[in-house]
């Protein structure tokens, strides 16, 4: 059921912007108010926090449908849920449970805020530093690529208190828009080009003691924590992408004719299309099943990093191959084929690069045979 609601909203109120927001470079504040009146922007939350308490799982099919139609919006649906919500709900206090959760199942939009200009994979080098005064912490510095931020009010910041204790003064906290989080500079770029992706200052950042998630020092915890199951929402975002590039391109071969025949009737059209629905079963099959570990509380660290890095292998071949399919039609905007050939080049990027997710894997590896 989830999955039909959200596949209509994806058509029916995404899919006739997608154009548009790509050339704009700009969400239409209609989609992420739609987002939040489908109930899709809560989906683990619980119900008497305005969620609608499902599982994992669920979350993977509607970032997975959405990415169909629009990755843009499947990965902002995909960050404030996966990430921004779970953190709140796993790390948060019965108290900012209560205040919090409700207002980002409403209206509220959330980023997540780890990366720095000078700290990417190396995320626990981070510079932004957090000093206790009196009842406030007050935060210094400045986060690089967060995605949402340019429409969001609700920031996690990941901020050292105590850099002589290296990763371990890494803390995390709760801060909104109106305490002064200044948008710097808003990104342009190659693929996902409507979700916003923005360098933010931290200038005397004032945030009430209470505003603290998890344990002062534990914030190091909570990233790694949570960035290992977000790379399943990563995973489902271009799995759905590649389906969607799949399946906009497909029934363009049987409709266009040469030497006589429908051009997906050649044995060397066959056999390419053939392949990428092999691709895409096995990106499916490893995504879900890292969604079903985890909804078990199995260990998943690995499937998931495997599901990320190999959905956006998938992603990235099944999308190039959708264009070639259509001969040069594939290559104007006008069919949206490319878009995906240009939004897929992100799954490699963001969330831990595939060289992380190899060597999170390797890790795995070693420890068993070593
Ligand atoms: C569109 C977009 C949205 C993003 N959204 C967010 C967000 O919402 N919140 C957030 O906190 N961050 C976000 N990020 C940041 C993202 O997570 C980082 O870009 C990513 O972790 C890589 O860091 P980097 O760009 O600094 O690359 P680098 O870490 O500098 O990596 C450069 C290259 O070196 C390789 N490399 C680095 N270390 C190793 C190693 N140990 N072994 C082998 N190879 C290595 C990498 O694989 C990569 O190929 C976003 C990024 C983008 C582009």
């Known amino acids: 059921m989830l999955r039909e609601t959200v596949q209509r909203f994806a058509q029916d109120v995404v899919g006739p912007k997608v154009r548009e927001m790509d050339e704009n470079e700009m969400m239409d504040p209609s989609i992420i108010k739609g987002l939040f009146e489908q109930g899709l922007m809560a989906i683990e939350t619980p119900g008497e926090l305005g969620g609608a308490e499902s599982s994992f799982t669920a979350a993977v099919i509607a970032i997975e449908e959405l990415a169909k139609v ?53 995320a626990f080098a981070l510079q932004t530093r957090a ?19 340019y429409e969001a009010d609700f920031f996690l910041i990941f901020a050292n208190v105590d850099p002589s204790k290296g990763y371990r003064g890494i803390t995390c906290f709760i801060a909104t828009k109106d305490m002064g989080v200044k948008i710097a500079k808003k990104e342009q770029k190659l693929g996902i080009r409507a979700s916003s992706t923005c360098s933010l200052n931290f200038d005397d950042l004032r945030v009430p003691e209470e505003n603290v998630l998890g344990e002062v020092g534990k914030g190091y915890k909570i990233a790694i924590e949570i960035l290992n199951e977000g790379r399943i929402g990563i995973a489902a975002q271009m799995l759905g992408l590649a389906q969607g590039a799949f399946d906009k391109s497909v029934p363009y071969t049987y409709e266009r004719k040469q030497f ?95 060289n992380i997710q190899l060597q999170t894997i390797a890790k795995a590896v070693e420890k068993r045979f070593s």
């Open 131 to 149: 000093k206790k005064e009196g009842s406030e912490w007050v935060i210094n510095g400045s986060k690089m690529w967060i995605t949402n931020s």
């Open 70 to 122: 629009d990755p843009s919006v499947s990965v902002l649906c995909d960050v404030h849920n996966t990430l921004v919500n779970t953190v709140v709900r796993k790390y948060g206090t019965q108290e900012q449970k209560e205040k919090w959760l409700p207002k980002l199942a409403e209206s509220s939009l959330g980023s997540f805020c780890l990366s720095e200009p000078a700290s990417g994979s190396d």
């Open 260 to 354: 006589g025949q429908p051009v997906g009737t050649f044995q060397g059209m066959q056999f390419s299309i053939a392949d990428a629905a092999i691709q895409i079963e096995t990106a499916r099959l490893l995504t879900y099943n890292a969604a079903r570990l985890k909804d078990e509380g199995k260990p998943f660290t690995t499937e998931a990093a495997m599901a990320k890095y190999w959905s956006s292998v998938v992603a990235q071949k099944v999308a190039g191959s959708a264009i070639e399919w259509a001969g040069g039609v594939g290559f104007t905007r006008e069919t949206g084929i490319e878009k995906y050939w240009r939004d897929s080049k992100i799954g490699a990027i963001y969330e831990g690069t595939s």
